[in-house]
């Protein structure tokens, strides 16, 4: 009776601090509004996630003193199993720290004298940035022109970002002015106390833009070149080896394209990357091509022939096969139906009465 | 002004005053008690004292910020330091028995405030009803401001800061205009002393224990280097601090309203050199005020240390 009153209790507390821990994973903004965690009850907190610790190290059987945070998640996950999909809605216990966004303490000494000059404004940390920028500003009498900063490769703080960093709320307003103000600064002739100051609140945007590579030719056993492509329409996916001196013939999975492309649209569709280019004859091609109907096929079957043609061929010649519609990937596919109509655009029949 | 009573820095004196301003009662008793009782935040014992002067009834009931049931988990805040109580009254009323303790008539004189441009108003048609009595005289349908009275005030004002900062007061410098906010923000920080340039958020004072937290300590002076806002109506913390009883230093140009200001200095509000001579002028009397402070408690330090051995 004893010794099950005893661990009745343990699980008691224990899902005490485990439900109590679970409610606060929301975006961390500390101090949205007046103190919400004061340091006693953090400490608090502290003291009893230490002793629930303990109690789950006895349950399992081990050692209490050299019981880690993995420890801790498989003794939670094993007692408590959950079968919720969402990580974040399971039980969890961590210390308090992590649970408990990070906070402003208490703004004043003893003697009621706030600490921050700008306190009485409510929002010290935003107005102190806007003071220092400011300061910069109006401080700017340099007559160097250094004004290399690669403005196109970075961009400044968001508003969540500015926010983290304040530990305050910051409004839209609030955000706009003060990228202005950090605008207006960078475009003054800047030393080199300023540019760091302005590389606080900006970012490195990586290139977007990667140059597409065409692959150098290869050579197999016989010292033929050849290349290959890949490409897809709708839902088919085809692969196209093409061979330089070549007579023109074209394999498609093992069969010729007479037989297995027995209508003249689709042959021409394959065709036309060379006829563009005015290599009929010149290429031998072997495709494997799989999924679609016969026209996709077709189309995916062209697409990766042009792609391979690409490494034969001039830049200038590449150009002209891109402004042609032969290097991109054609983005319709089947629309799909919605509900309380027949089909993706056909409604039901309308009827008077 | 000739008289100086031994109270709050001297009287209203001859000067016309204009009608429905909120002010303290004008003639109290010469003991140190007699201060508005809001200078002895940290002397409950004396501010009994003080609320069974003859205070109007309209302050006694209206402050609800001294005697606070507002829950504030820290006690009364002790003076700094432990000093016996005998010596406690002395720092605090010696300063009270002169008429100008910091001497704060050398800091200015007539020439200054006139090349500062301090004597400009704005037009007359811009002119305030209750401005009138300050003001000497219209030219070319300019107004000019009478710059004895402006002494007088300017005088009053910054004998009553200095006494406000040498008892360890809060004082919060109010400006609207973005031309000076900078400058008044650099001022408040050089005195050590608090800054709001900014919008202002309609409960800061009133509802400061919400929007704060609880304990927070108000301002024991607001000093307005500009009394209008934006939009050329009166600024939202004159009403307020009349409310919470929080005594209100200033700057009142040709088209503001003084009312409700406690210590009005007529004056321009709107050219650089008047307000850097206003800035200058605060943060001098600010400092040598907080200096007499620190020497005189090193002093009593001294002293009672000779005394105990």
């Keep these: 009776g004893n010794h099950r009153s005893l661990a009745c209790g343990k699980c008691v507390h224990l899902k005490l601090l485990i439900c109590t821990t679970t409610a606060v994973q929301k975006r961390n903004v500390g101090a949205s509004g007046p103190e919400k965690y004061t340091e006693a009850f953090i400490k608090k907190q502290i003291e009893e996630f230490n002793l629930g610790k303990r109690h789950l190290a006895n349950m399992m059987g081990e050692d209490p003193e050299t019981f880690t945070q993995e420890d801790i998640d498989r003794a939670i996950a094993y007692l408590f199993p959950s079968g919720l999909f969402d990580k974040r809605a399971r039980p969890l216990m961590k210390h308090p720290t992590e649970v408990f966004p990070e906070q402003r303490k208490i703004q004043w000494g003893e003697d009621g004298r706030p600490f921050h000059f700008l306190f009485y404004t409510g929002k010290q940390s935003y107005y102190s940035l806007m003071h220092v920028s400011m300061l910069f500003v109006i401080n700017n009498k340099n007559i160097c022109d250094i004004l290399n900063r690669n403005l196109a490769g970075s961009r400044w703080l968001t508003k969540i970002e500015l926010e983290e960093m304040l530990l305050e709320k910051v409004s839209d307003n609030d955000y706009s002015r003060f990228i202005q103000l950090l605008q207006k600064l960078a475009t003054l002739p800047c030393a080199d106390i300023e540019e760091k100051y302005i590389q606080k609140f900006s970012k490195e945007v990586p290139a977007q833009l990667q140059k597409v590579v065409i692959e150098p030719l290869q050579h197999d056993e016989r010292g033929v070149a050849f290349s290959t492509g890949e490409g897809k329409r709708k839902t088919a996916r085809a692969t196209a080896v093409v061979y330089d001196n070549g007579t023109g013939r074209i394999t498609v999975n093992g069969i010729d394209i007479l037989h297995y492309f027995p209508v003249l649209q689709d042959r021409e569709q394959l065709l036309f990357p060379f006829q563009f280019l005015g290599r009929i004859g010149k290429h031998d091609m072997v495709c494997t091509v799989s999924g679609g109907g016969r026209s996709a096929q077709a189309g995916a079957i062209r697409l990766a022939s042009a792609k391979a043609l690409r490494s034969f061929v001039t830049e200038k010649e590449v150009e002209f096969m891109r402004q042609a519609g032969l290097l991109t990937v054609d983005p319709r596919v089947k629309e799909r139906k919605k509900p309380g109509q027949e089909g993706p655009r056909r409604k039901f029949t309308w009827k008077k009465r | ?309």
């Design chain 2, 1 to 309: 002004m000739e008289r100086y009573p031994a109270t709050k820095g001297g009287g209203r004196g001859a000067t016309a005053t204009a009608p429905g301003r909120a002010r303290p009662a004008p003639q109290e008793a010469e003991s140190a008690a007699d201060l508005p009782p809001l200078l002895l935040l940290h002397r409950p014992r004396a501010l009994r004292r003080a609320r069974s002067m003859a205070l109007p009834r309209l302050l006694r009931a209206a402050a609800p910020r001294l005697y606070s049931t507002v829950p504030a988990p820290a006690p009364a805040p002790a003076p700094a330091g432990n000093r016996p109580r005998a010596d406690d009254d002395k720092l605090l009323t010696e300063p009270l028995s002169h008429p100008d303790f910091f001497s704060v008539k050398e800091l200015f004189t007539l020439k200054d405030l006139f090349d500062a441009r301090v004597h400009l108003g704005h037009k007359k048609g811009c002119r305030h009803r209750f401005m009138e009595p300050y003001i000497f005289g219209c030219r070319l349908d300019q107004d000019i401001i009478d710059l004895d009275q402006t002494m007088q005030h300017l005088q009053l004002a910054l004998n009553f800061t200095a006494h406000v900062a040498y008892r360890g007061g809060i004082i919060l410098f109010v400006s609207r205009r973005r031309q000076f906010c900078h400058l008044v923000e650099s001022t408040a920080r050089a005195c050590g002393e608090y800054a709001h340039t900014r919008y202002w958020q309609g409960g800061l004072l009133t509802n400061a224990h919400i929007q704060f937290g609880p304990g927070v300590r108000l301002p024991d002076l607001l000093i307005f280097l500009n009394t209008l806002n934006n939009v050329f109506e009166p600024h939202v913390a004159i009403r307020d601090a009349a409310k919470m009883n929080i005594p209100t230093v200033g700057v009142v140009d040709t088209n503001c309203n003084p009312c409700l200001i406690t210590y009005p200095i007529p004056g321009n509000d709107d050219s650089p050199a008047a307000v850097e001579l206003y800035c200058k002028l605060f943060r001098m009397t600010i400092i040598r005020a907080k200096d007499k402070r620190r020497q005189s408690e090193a002093v009593e330090e001294l002293q009672r240390k000779a005394q105990g051995k």
